[in-house]
């Protein structure tokens, strides 16, 4: 009973929150809580004096609060946005997250408008810096977003901000953009010894890497050296093209993802933490394997110890266009979830201007 | 038009303008004031490595130090006036700020402290210098603010990761501040254009923000005013003020005024009296049977010979700059005042004023901002308010105005009984003295000044002097006679202001004239001063014109602005209220249907005639606009009409025929015509009355009739006129 009240009050709570919270919020400035002091104490010293001079000023410095209120919003309206999220990203490595901005008013332009991606249970590092965008005009920017750990990333909205005209304060709010992003694990390559995989058929390590016959060309996948571009099918379609090899004797690898942390490690808050850094390690190496596979030419069968909450513990991935992706994602999706590093989404934050 | 530049522009001149507020205060020396405007123009050149120079800007630091500690030590060990050292080390600051401008937070520290200063400014002086510098503010500010925060999103966003683009780049700020894109004429224009809004937001805050005034600590700014020196005596051996000071003192705005009023008008505005005269000065005496009483008040009415009656006496309109002492000049036949209150702490304080024994009105004040109030003329004459005081102390007052100094020179006795011999009256003798002196020469210099008798030597050997010469020896001359006289210091006349609609009253408006008692009358004014001592100086040409224009701005600054009180806030509020009632009656008026035996309002009523003025106003502007552009287009001018010849020649005819009068000393007063005047002269049976007459109606006939008036006729007119103005007085 009493959890169906809290749920009740908490519905109603978020309602009333949804209707009432304006579409624009405020926050001084450094400089505006300057300004908005001195015209306090303009203000006092009018009232207290008499001094009708001193209203005069108090009347300008408010007129500029005013009318900055106005011109704020005047820069926010009659602008969309879109965002486009990089095709693949993987964790740990910087990856570039463009930001359009389209300008629909007639005339005005729009001036130092700041936007900022808004993630789930995520930090932002950086933010996109329109100093102009002019009126019926279409601005890019991008930033690089270093996404900390594997799997899914939910972008929720789009802050944008301004402070123009006189940096007085900042007036922003939030567009509602729900996008995910899958965050492949990082692909790590080892050496023969510190292999996770069981292989059928043929030992896959770095040193027996080689090129066999052409098979057939399929899309360039991360890590592909660029020797095996097809630069004629690459011209005619549009996009960059590899050479897929066949090698004799490697049809087949099976890799085994030691995906679960010990019982023992459950309880401890520091063995589990080392625990799942293991656990992480043995996915980014068994990324690194199965991707090694696939571009030799082999089959890949994934086999994790602990199943995803959605699906099962098993992968098949033949050689093709989009198996490295298949394998990336079944990797990225694997319980445990990772631990976010300890400042991972702390970093400071930094700006970059429209491309 | 690049970024930097525009951006370096508008902050200098938010600097400039910061300065020149607190410049005009007048706190300031000259000394400290050069210093602060070379400061400011080396500052603008100083540009490039220079500002990015270390040592440059320890030298600057260093020097700040340095300055603060003699400003300190200048306020402590050497007397110099604490708010002098403030004001000028705060210029210092913005010097070097000026010359030290490297980023955008230093420009936004300049433009902080020019606000800072502009507000310093508000109780250093408060003048129409003033006005103007926040009228500058009300423009600059918007650029200066704009560009300063673009300036420093620049910085903050290109240099946080100069890395950050795409290509990989390094994103060059400075290249961005030398950009012609990001400022076009649409940001400066539009930027301009926020003056008008910042304008009128201003104004309706200034409006309505109540007037309550807690009076913890009361500043009122100073006016931007002269402290007039009102005379506590009067010396013959030098000038009490000078003819040709322009410092304008009061301004009187009759009620009624017409259309083109005439440009000088003679009024007397009472001052000051004197009753003793030691040979040489004129002097009061004080605290002469309980000198000064307060004058009796009815909320913001004053009585001075009864309670003013509003609805029926004649309202004028006095603005007074500070006097020192504070006298309250009076016109003539004035009955009373009113002075509205000033809200201090939320209560109205009331002007206290007080008069004198000899009718002098006084108002205590040590605000020195001056005194605005109504004068109520009755349109009979009153008597002044001294008399009905007279009648208690006939003896004191029989002694104090009959004084004379013990060494006056019999010859001055026979004088006085020689010239009234025929009079039997008082004021028959007093018009006998009046006339006989008034054909003197009326002049500036000090010809009898110098002399150990200035009084004698005026009346025995140069016959010629200022008001004061004039008035001393009527006075002294009716004394001798017994009779009470007393000498009045005050105004004479003013010129119109057609800016502002106002007679300006000026320093060297000052007069000096005579107060006979006689029993019936009580006191009577005579002005034995020939006219042309009387008439104000009047000047013309362009100078004179924007002198004119800047005083009607100061006048309505300070009536609008400096003045403004809940007094006033009140006003507008009745007058609105009065506005929505009428409004309200008009409505009541507007069409209704009967419905169920009951009025009921079909919503509320267009108000057509109020569309039609604005629809008919907006096209008679579209109209006068597109003339504009033609007349633009064209190049052409809008010109009157040029006057004709012969309206040329005759208006050359009386411009000679007042110069002859002013140098027969009969000079023409501004409100009779040529014709009257001569008239006058005629009746008074002067040498030149015959001349004057001649030559003003032969002007009438040329300037109004159908005479024509050749140029060898008017250069022979002019040249009777020359010689008659020459030949010597009868």
Redesign the interface.
Known sequence: MRRLSSAVLDAVRRVVWAVLRPPRRLRFTR?GK?FIG?TFG?GFA???????????????????V??SGV?SEIALQGLEFRRRLPRRAYAGAPA?VEIEVYNRKKYA?S??I?VEDRLENRRTD?RC?F??VAAGARQTA???RVAPVRGPETYLALRVAT?????LFEKWREIDMREVQLVYPSPLRTGAERTPVVVFGEQVTREERGYGEVDGVRELADGDPVRDIHWAKTAAMGKLVARERRREGARAVRIEVANRVAESAAEDGSLRRVALLRVEEEIRRAAGAALDALKRGASVQLVAQVAPFEGTGLLQARPSSGAADRVLAFLAKLPPEPLLPDDGETAGR????P? | MKFSQVHKFSVFTLAVLGLVALGAGGEMPVISLALTAVGVAVSWFVEGDLLQSERYARTWNIALVLALAAQVTRALFFGAEALLTVVEFAALLQVNRLASRRTARDYQQITLLAILQLIAATVLGGGLSYALCFVGFVIATPWAMTLGHLRHEIEGNYLADARAGRAGVPIDVARILRSRRVVGAGLLAGSSVLAVPIFLLTAVIFVLFPRIGLGILTVRSRADTVMAGFGTSVDLSGHGTIRTDQTIVLRVQPPNLPTNPPFVRTFRLRGTTFDTYNGRAWSRRPNVGGDHQRIERDGTLYALTRMPDPDRDLAVRIVLDPLDPPVVPVLEGAVGFRIDARFEGGFPHYADLSIDHDDGVRYSSNDGIGLVYTVFMSGTPARPAGHRRLDERRDAFTNRYVQLPSDLSPRVRDLAHQVTAAETTTLGRAHAVEHFLSRWRYTLQLESGGAARPLEDFLFRTHAGHCEYFSTAMAVMLRTLGIPTRNVTGFLGGTFNRYGRFYAVRQGDAHSWVEVWDATEGWVTFDPTPPAGEMPVVRTGLVAEIDAVVEAMRMRWRHYVVDFDLGMQAQIARKLWRFIEQRRRHDTLSPRVLERGRAVRLGPAVPWKGVAGVALGALTLGALAWQLRGWRRSGGGLRGAPPSMAVKAAQELARALDAALVARGIARPANRTPLAWAQELTLRQDAFAAMAMRVSERYTAARFGDETLTREQLDALKAELKSAAQAPSA
């Open positions: 400089d300057v001195i303009v009018a009232v207290n004096t008499g001094n009708n001079l001193l209203y005069l000023v108090l009347g300008l410095m408010l007129s500029l005013i009318l011109l570039l332009p001036y130092s700041e950086k810096y100093l102009k991008a930033y690089r402070r123009f005209p006189f940096g930094q700006r970059v201007k491309a």
